[in-house]
């Protein structure tokens, strides 16, 4: 338990979902603190590398979800993402990633409503330079509203386009992964989830 929710740690020694990857169920890649924040930790190790992810259920309701997360953004290495994300299946998603997908972006965060189209007209890139980050997302009936505040930068973007997800056993994830599995030269990356809050609308 962390800030009122139950998570479940997702484990598989098989690559599968993000990247795909296999991921870890270990004490060492997910704990909470004597403060109740929530750790988590990839890592890559000579045993193979694991990639980490919790996700807790969501109420059946438009709502606003809030989280304060804390990472090295600037300094993600190349190999890793971190994403936030409010799923479903692959066609009712949509997500706060931050990283360089491999170093092909100067941008290292966006904004997305899956499946991404060729026009790019349900995703938003964004530069972020902080430690912290705190983020709202606002899930109505007629939009989709997303807002990152970084230090005293403010980012947000708003979707109105069609097949919005609509609430039906929607979970929200917080996942930390690589690039095709491939850890490269990463050790290890941790994020800490301060605080999170979801309130029907």
């Given at each position: 338990n962390a800030?009122?929710?139950?998570?479940?740690?997702?484990?598989?020694?098989?690559?599968?979902?993000s990247g795909p990857n296999r991921w870890g169920d270990g004490s060492e890649q997910a704990w909470v603190d004597e403060?109740?924040?929530?750790?988590?930790?990839s890592s890559n190790t000579p045993e193979g590398a694991r990639a980490v992810e919790v996700s807790t259920s969501l109420p059946e309701c438009y709502q606003?979800?809030?989280?304060?997360?804390?990472a090295a953004f600037l300094r993600?290495?190349?190999?890793?993402?971190?994403?936030t994300f409010?799923?479903?299946?692959?066609?009712?998603?949509?997500?706060?990633?931050f990283g360089t997908w491999g170093g092909i972006y100067?941008?290292?965060?966006?904004?997305?409503?899956?499946?991404v189209d060729v026009e790019r007209t349900r995703i938003h890139r964004f530069g972020l330079d902080a430690s912290s980050i705190t983020a709202e997302l606002?899930?109505?009936?007629?939009?989709?509203?997303?807002?990152v505040l970084a230090a005293d930068a403010r980012t947000s973007w708003s979707y109105r386009g069609p097949d919005r997800p609509k609430p039906a056993a929607h979970r929200f994830h917080l996942n930390v992964w690589f690039l095709g599995?491939?850890?490269?030269?990463s050790k290890a990356t941790e994020v800490v989830l301060r605080d999170f809050s979801v309130h029907c609308i």
């Open positions: 800030h009122g929710r139950r998570w479940q740690l997702r484990a598989s020694d098989e690559p599968v979902g403060r109740g924040a929530l750790h988590l930790r606003r979800i809030r989280f304060v997360l804390d993600l290495p190349e190999e890793v993402i971190v994403g409010v799923y479903r299946d692959d066609s009712s998603e949509f997500d706060v990633e100067t941008d290292n965060a966006q904004f997305v409503v899956a499946p606002t899930w109505a009936e007629d939009s989709i509203e997303f807002e599995g491939n850890p490269g030269v």
